[in-house]
T-cell receptor
Framework: DADVTQTPRNRITKTGKRIMLECSQT?????MYWYRQDPGLGLRLIYY???????NKGEISDGYSVSRQAQAKFSLSLESAIPNQTALYFC???????????????FGPGTRLTVL | LAKTTQPISMDSYEGQEVNITCSHN???????ITWYQQFPSQGPRFIIQ???TKVTNEVASLFIPADRKSSTLSLPRVSLSDTAVYYC???????????FGKGTRLHILP
């Protein structure tokens, strides 16, 4: 969905490096999410945010941190990247009770991260 | 959050109707049933949602029996471009954490 963008789209980094993945949205949604997807597996929730002042841990938050700089921006950081964080990362937004359906999330194109 | 169970993979042929069934035995009264579609290297895309009986849109139909312990996503006359992973999710409206699971990998053959 072009309304949700992620940068970079691909990134290769080394073990121990700090890396930030960025997500921006023009949908005006308050809720934003970060997921990771490993080959052959479903999506697992890392962090989510209801608004600029609200941050919540998901299933697998260890080794990650997030920052909600504005309603439209939600960044995911790997403080010290390790190889098992190699995955496809997705950002998503939602607006429950608004114009979209319940539990409807809008996903970005993903960031493919490789940690060597 | 209600747990869902769906087949890991399915194969079908172009032009056929495909039905993917999802079990959710412990669905709660306020839960909705939602299906997403994910193409390779893309984020999931919402395709349909229902609470009971039948829902139909331009993409698919969703059949939900009276006990709501299962649901069936029906894709009419599939094409090669319907090859994707399909996720069944169950959750209350406004649920903060929806669980995607592993989904059903649908492979359409020519």
């Amino acid at each position: 969905d072009a309304d949700v963008t992620q940068t970079p789209r691909n990134r290769i980094t080394k073990t121990g490096k700090r890396i930030m993945l960025e997500c921006s949205q023009t949908k005006g949604h308050d809720r934003m999410y970060w997921y990771r997807q490993d080959p052959g597996l479903g999506l697992r929730l890392i962090y989510y945010s209801f608004d600029v002042k609200d941050i919540n841990k998901g299933e697998i938050s260890d080794g990650y941190s997030v920052s909600r700089q504005a309603q439209a921006k939600f960044s995911l950081s790997l403080e010290s990247a390790i190889p098992n964080q190699t995955a496809l990362y997705f950002c998503a937004t939602s607006d429950p009770g608004g114009s979209s359906s319940y539990n409807e999330q809008f996903f970005g194109p993903g960031t493919r991260l490789t940690v060597l | 959050l209600a747990k869902t169970t769906q087949p890991i993979s399915m194969d079908s042929y172009e032009g056929q109707e495909v039905n993917i069934t999802c079990s959710h035995n412990n669905i709660a009264t306020n839960d909705y049933i939602t299906w997403y579609q994910q193409f390779p290297s893309q984020g999931p895309r919402f395709i349909i949602q229902g609470y009971k009986t039948k829902v139909t849109n331009e993409v698919a139909s969703l059949f939900i029996p009276a006990d709501r312990k299962s649901s069936t996503l029906s894709l009419p006359r599939v094409s090669l471009s319907d090859t994707a992973v399909y996720y069944c999710l169950v959750g209350d409206m406004g649920d903060d954490k929806i669980i995607f699971g592993k989904g059903t990998r649908l492979h359409i053959l020519p």
